[in-house]
Structure formats: structure tokens, C-alpha cells
């Protein structure tokens, strides 16, 4: 489970750690809420065999810095990335994102000037109606959040992350995902991040979606409780040409649920557009 860190970047906002490994074409790993890279420790080495794999830790998430007066909207966060990529020099990566992750590329794409070669979407917030569960009480009632008794805390974040995963995390990677949110930095830091992920972020590149050109792929588990499969409809509706691929029995977080299936799509060929619409039914059916 050994994952690490070594490279950092400074933002207006706070200093941003990431790595990069192995060589060949770029490809960028963006993870989600409440999460943090280390969903990539097996995935990126293993890509990273014949691609120069890129990941890194969402200001305010995992070991990058959190601290108090951060924007950490997607906006935000969608700028940050536009400004990484020009600071490794990549102009046209591809691109892998979960959670919000997917929503903080589209909108580095489509409104921050981000220039991909293709684009992999799983069990990513992209648009539509989609505050909702955890993320909709934290933003009616942040207030009683931040002043949650530690042990009461940490029972929530436990249970928002047992909760995106169908077959359950191994003890020491469940607490190596709970370690950043603990203590009273970290528990800030956690209502800090989702009191200012807001649907108006997404809203306003909806309307761009029909217009994304590059290969782009979609990979969602059935059994998504945070994200459920009408999300993915939803995605696919605006970007015709997408590939729609379907994960039996794997939750919100394929990187846990299913790795083999997820890397296995990852390292395949984009289907041709002739071919999407039955590859998508068929996996479904």
C-alpha cells in the first residue's frame, strides 16, 4: 500500500503534492470526494508499465494543504488543473477522472481552455440534478457539521465511505482514507471541501457537453449508491458518441470494487463510433 507524494505545486490557494510515473504518453489521474490518490496506488503503477501516469492530491483533499479561506469549488479546482498541466508541460493528455473529478475536467475542457486527447468519465458528477444525500445536508446545515463531537465526525465520514463501495474496504485502506478528515484540521477541512462543491458549477457547462469531440469513455458501476446508473444515462444522452461501459456489481468507487475490470478498460482501445451504441447495450444486457 506504499504511496507517495513527492513533487509540489503552489497555488494561490495552498501548495498541491503530486508524481508522476513510468514514461510514454501522458495520462492524468483525478480522483474525488472525500477521497484522495491514494485510490490510484495500484492503478497508476500498473498503467504507468506503458504510460507516463500523472496523479495527484485535489487542494485541500489527501496531502496537499488545508487550511482555512480555500476556494475549493470545482471552479476552483478546474482552474488548479489547467494550471498543472501547463506546469508539466502537457498540451494534450488524456485524461481519467471519478467523482467529481469528472466534473472538476469537464470543466477545464470546456470552460478553462484544458485540451485533452480523450477522456475516461467513472462514477463522475458531471451535471443534472445531483446534490443529493450527504452532499445537500452538509450545504442546508454546515453549521451543526462543523461543530459535530470528533467521534460523531469520524462515524459520518466511515459511513459516507462504506457507503460507495459495494464489497467493503480493507481496514488499513479504509483509515488511510480517513486520516486526512481527522483531528480538528482535518474535520474543517472536510465540511470546508463540501460546503462549496455546488451544482451551479456543473450547470453552467451543460450546455457545452453535445460539443466534446475527443474519444471519450464512461464506466459505472450498477451497484452505485452515490451516483446511481440514471447519472450515467444522463451523461451519455449529451455525449452521443461515447462509449457506455457497465460494471456488474461494483459501487461508486471502482478503483476499490472492481480494479481488474477497471484497468482491463483503461488499457483498451476506444471503441470506433460505429461501434459504441452496441458495445454500451451489450455490456448492459
Do not use: C
Not at 23 to 51: I, N
Not at 58 to 67: A, K, V, Y
Not at 116 to 124: G, I, S, V, Y
Not at 221 to 226: N, P
Request: glycine fraction near 8%.
Amino acid at each position: 500500500m506504499t504511496w507517495s507524494l513527492d513533487n509540489e505545486f503552489e497555488t494561490p490557494g495552498g501548495m498541491i503534492r503530486w508524481t508522476a510515473l513510468g514514461s510514454g504518453e501522458p495520462l492524468v489521474l483525478v480522483h474525488g470526494t472525500p477521497y484522495s490518490s491514494f485510490l490510484w496506488r495500484d492503478l497508476a503503477p500498473a498503467l504507468a508499465r506503458t504510460r507516463r501516469v500523472y496523479a495527484f492530491d485535489l487542494l485541500g483533499f489527501g496531502r496537499s494543504e488545508q487550511r482555512e479561506g480555500q476556494d475549493l469549488s470545482l471552479a476552483a479546482h478546474a482552474r488548479n488543473l489547467a494550471q498543472l498541466l501547463d506546469h508539466w508541460k502537457l498540451s494534450n493528455p488524456s485524461v481519467v477522472a471519478h467523482d467529481i473529478g469528472g466534473a472538476v475536467t469537464l470543466r477545464s475542457m470546456l470552460l478553462e481552455g484544458a485540451s485533452f486527447r480523450d477522456l475516461t468519465l467513472f462514477d463522475a458528477v458531471s451535471g443534472g440534478e445531483w446534490e443529493r444525500g450527504l452532499f445537500r445536508l452538509i450545504l442546508e446545515h454546515a453549521e451543526v457539521f462543523h461543530q459535530l463531537p470528533g467521534y460523531a465526525h469520524r462515524e459520518v465520514v466511515a459511513g459516507h465511505m462504506r457507503h460507495a463501495t459495494n464489497l467493503g474496504y480493507p481496514q488499513a485502506v479504509l483509515d488511510e482514507f480517513l486520516a486526512p478528515w481527522h483531528g480538528e484540521t482535518g474535520q474543517a477541512a472536510f465540511y470546508r471541501q463540501y460546503s462549496q462543491i455546488k451544482q451551479e458549477h456543473t450547470t453552467a457547462y451543460e450546455h457545452l457537453l453535445g460539443g466534446i469531440t475527443i474519444p471519450t469513455r464512461l464506466i459505472w458501476g450498477t451497484e452505485d449508491r452515490i451516483l446511481p446508473p440514471q447519472y450515467a444515462r444522463w451523461l451519455h444522452e449529451r455525449i452521443p458518441h461515447a462509449e457506455l461501459h457497465w460494471i456488474e456489481g461494483a459501487g461508486h468507487v471502482l478503483q476499490e470494487d472492481a480494479p481488474a475490470q477497471l484497468l482491463a478498460h483503461l488499457t483498451s482501445p476506444f471503441d470506433s463510433p460505429s461501434n459504441t451504441a452496441a458495445t454500451s447495450e451489450e455490456e448492459r444486457a
